[in-house]
């Protein structure tokens, strides 16, 4: 990825707002993605995205604990499918990244670093990390930015066309950075870490991104 080249892209309003120009500033990127997301499925997993989604849903509880647990979440996913003329269960599917990684044991799973280096007098608080995701996604990657759903705050992710957010800060200095630790346990009644990193990102405190992460059981083992 060349960073001087990441595009950012505003969106205004809430999630039904935002998801609808999420869906129709991106339309042709999102249509491409899912394309080449197919073209992964058949050579990594032997399947058609259809046969792949059909049976993720019917093996996992996610949809369900997404509208219980996440349902702006849900809410914005369905007008960006909406928006980008795409199908909202495929769409579903595509956000869940990680979970992809121990669905199937054929996925070779990520292997990202993530570096935080504490403030001092001469800088701020710095946070890094790197995102070793599927080649098909590389050249894609987008920031969106956008306001919170619980606050005043403003949130700005790192994502791709069709996603909601793969890592990101908030501006009450809070960010979210993960490492997928794939020899854990998954749980197919947990909630998937796309929708943990978005509920985290509204977050104002420490202490609060704390009291999320203890009421969301993780779909997949996250550092």
Known sequence: MDTEKLELFDFQGGP???GHQHGEVLRPRVAELLARWADNLHRVHGVTPDVYVQRFFAETSFRETLNRSAPLVVQEIKA???AAN???????AFQHVNEEFWFDPKSA??????IALGRSAAQPTLVAQNLDLDGYLDGYQILIRYDCDQSDGRILALSVPGMISLNGMNSFGFAVCDNALVQLHADCTGVPAFAIYRLLLEAR??????????ECPHASGLN
Do not use: K, P
């Open 80 to 82: 960006i499918a909406e």
């Open 205 to 214: 405190s420490v202490a609060q991104a704390r009291q999320i992460i203890a």
């Open 86 to 92: 795409v199908d909202f269960d495929t769409l579903l």
């Open 109 to 114: 799973g990520e292997a990202c670093s993530t």
């Open 16 to 18: 039904e707002a935002r």
